[in-house]
């Protein structure tokens, strides 16, 4: 029966390390050096592995002689000693601060002023002529209604079925349309003088339109000109041109009194365009 008592010899300059007992009893001693080489590399990490052991206890006696029961037992190395500082987190990380970013300018859009159209005159002008080209027909069938009656044999209404009768009032409209086009805004007294225009040219439209329809083409030269004088003297077509002249008158008394009112808000609208976009320059 082995001794109990015997102690094991340590090395000198070492520090023994009892980890375990082993089978026979006899004691296993690791040693540590007891100042570590500064040279020498720390350890690789490694995995902590898992050491079993086994250990004896004594439960009793047989014959005299001591029985071990061996029960294993696990020892886990620490090894975090040899871990190496792992740096934090991404999110923890200490983050680069950035210079401060110098504030841009910011530029403002604005709608320049736009400079206004001036307002014509020439649609309403249209208008009313189309509303005087009425009139002068209504007026002409009175004159000649007067006419007509004060030969003998009374009233006859008898010229308001014949195309002649509207010839007159057809080329009133185009003249009066073509010198409200020409004039636009002008004042009163153009459109007077304008009105002489559109009479002269409501007396001989006349004549050539009713010496045409009277085929004058196939009468001979002095024929023609016979023709032609008797409609120059014509009281229908001197009453279409006396008509047609008051009417443009009157008519372009109403489209020029329009066009003054007209100038003066074109005026206006050209002084706040003015004023607008000297505010927007500065001035």
């Known amino acids: 029966m082995?001794?109990?008592?015997d102690e094991p010899t340590t090395p000198t300059g070492e520090n023994p390390v009892y980890d375990s007992i082993v089978d026979g009893g006899e004691p296993v001693v690791a040693t540590v050096d007891s100042e570590p080489d500064a040279d020498e590399a720390p350890p690789a990490l490694v995995e902590p592995e898992e050491i079993v052991v086994e250990e004896s206890e004594t439960v009793g006696y047989v014959d005299d002689e001591p029985v071990f029961v061996e029960e294993e037992t696990t020892v886990v190395e620490d090894t975090r000693a040899?871990?190496?500082?792992?740096?934090?987190p991404a999110a923890y990380a200490p983050q680069e601060q950035q210079a401060p970013v110098a504030p841009q300018p910011s530029v403002v859009y604005v709608n320049a002023p736009q400079e206004p159209v001036d307002k014509g005159n020439r649609g309403f002008g249209v208008l009313i002529s189309v509303a005087a080209s009425i009139v002068f027909l209504i007026v002409l069938a009175v004159v000649m209604t007067i006419i007509y009656g004060s030969r003998p044999g009374g009233i006859s209404l008898n010229f308001l079925g014949q195309t002649a009768f509207y010839v007159p009032a057809l080329f009133f409209l185009i003249g009066s349309i073509v010198l409200v086009l020409l004039l636009n805004r002008a004042g009163w007294w153009t459109y007077v003088i304008g009105s002489l225009?559109?009479?002269?040219f409501v007396y001989f439209a006349t004549i050539g339109t009713v010496?045409?329809?009277n085929g004058v083409?196939?009468?001979?030269?002095?024929?023609?000109?016979?023709?032609?004088?008797?409609?120059t003297v014509?009281?229908?077509?001197?009453?279409?041109?006396?008509v047609a002249r008051e009417v443009m008158i009157w008519a372009g008394a109403i489209i020029a009194s329009r066009g003054r009112k007209?100038?003066?808000?074109?005026?206006?609208?050209?002084a706040a365009f003015e004023r607008e976009r000297a505010q927007a320059r500065g001035y």
Request: proline content about 8%.
């Open 211 to 213: 010496l045409l329809s």
């Open 217 to 231: 083409v196939m009468l001979t030269p002095a024929e023609a000109a016979e023709q032609f004088r008797l409609g």
């Open 2 to 5: 082995a001794d109990k008592t």
């Open 262 to 270: 007209l100038k003066v808000r074109n005026a206006d609208a050209k």
């Open 234 to 242: 014509s009281p229908f077509t001197i009453a279409a041109a006396l």
């Open 197 to 200: 225009v559109v009479a002269l």
């Open 82 to 88: 040899h871990e190496e500082p792992q740096a934090p």
